[in-house]
């Protein structure tokens, strides 16, 4: 399948201190998506990124999309205990495929 | 949104037996669903894309006699994991598109245990 590499592959923070993780694609991608996975829970849709350059954001959460439609980036500004999962990219290629996901772990 | 229910949640089985894994859209038509794999503490890997009244596209490496999707409806995909082994223990989650939307909805997904 089409390759979709996500950095950091864990994360550690102290609560009130910024996140970002990374996503690339091998190849152009129509669209990313950002979802978010609590343990023992299945992903829950963040956004939809479509357009080239493309930035959202969502209250604490801003969503890039690379010039190159290749890569994407998701920051999260003060994280809090309640941001704790795994938060994961997928690439549409007509098809859905995950990335490798970025786990994040919040201490109080 | 939409919902998607998956059925059982848990199963536990003999090795060398069969097990099959519904998922349903419950408020929206899916003429496609896709299966995932998740081990622990990894990400989902795409195994096969579920088309309604058309045979599934599965991914490379996936045994497709294996692993059987059969789609028969525009609210019901099944998986069947046959002759299951203990490396077949895994967390298998559906997901469906609704609407235009592009937004992926989960099943609560289906913990897999082969003894």
């Known amino acids: 399948g089409q390759q979709v590499m996500q950095i950091p592959q864990y994360q550690h923070v102290q609560e009130g201190e910024d996140f970002t993780t990374y996503c690339n694609s091998s190849t152009t991608l129509s669209n990313i998506q950002w979802y978010k996975q609590r343990p023992g829970g299945h992903p829950v849709f963040l956004i939809q990124?479509?357009?080239?350059?493309e930035v959202k954001k969502q209250k604490r959460l801003t969503f890039q999309f690379g010039e190159a439609k290749k890569n994407s980036s998701l920051h999260i500004t003060a994280t809090q205990t309640t941001d704790v999962g795994t938060y994961f990219c997928?690439?549409?290629?007509?098809?859905?495929?995950f990335g490798s996901g970025t786990k994040l772990n919040v201490k109080p | 949104g939409a919902v998607v229910s998956q059925h059982p949640s848990r199963v536990i089985c003999k090795s060398g037996t069969s097990v099959k894994i519904e998922c349903r859209s419950l408020?929206?038509?899916?003429?496609?669903m896709f299966w995932y794999r998740q081990f622990p503490k990894q990400s989902l890997m795409l195994m096969a894309t579920?088309?309604?009244?058309?045979?599934?596209?599965?991914e490379q490496g996936v045994e497709k006699d294996k692993f059987l999707i059969n789609h028969a409806s525009l609210t019901l995909s099944t998986l069947t994991v046959t002759s299951a082994h203990p490396e077949d223990s895994s967390f298998y989650i559906c997901s469906a598109n609704a609407g235009n939307t592009g937004e992926l909805f989960f099943g609560e997904g289906s913990r897999l245990t082969v003894l």
């Open positions: 990124l479509v357009k080239s350059g």
């Open positions: 997928v690439g549409n290629f007509n098809k859905f495929y």
């Open positions: 408020d929206f038509q899916a003429t496609t």
């Open positions: 579920s088309n309604e009244g058309s045979k599934a596209t599965y």
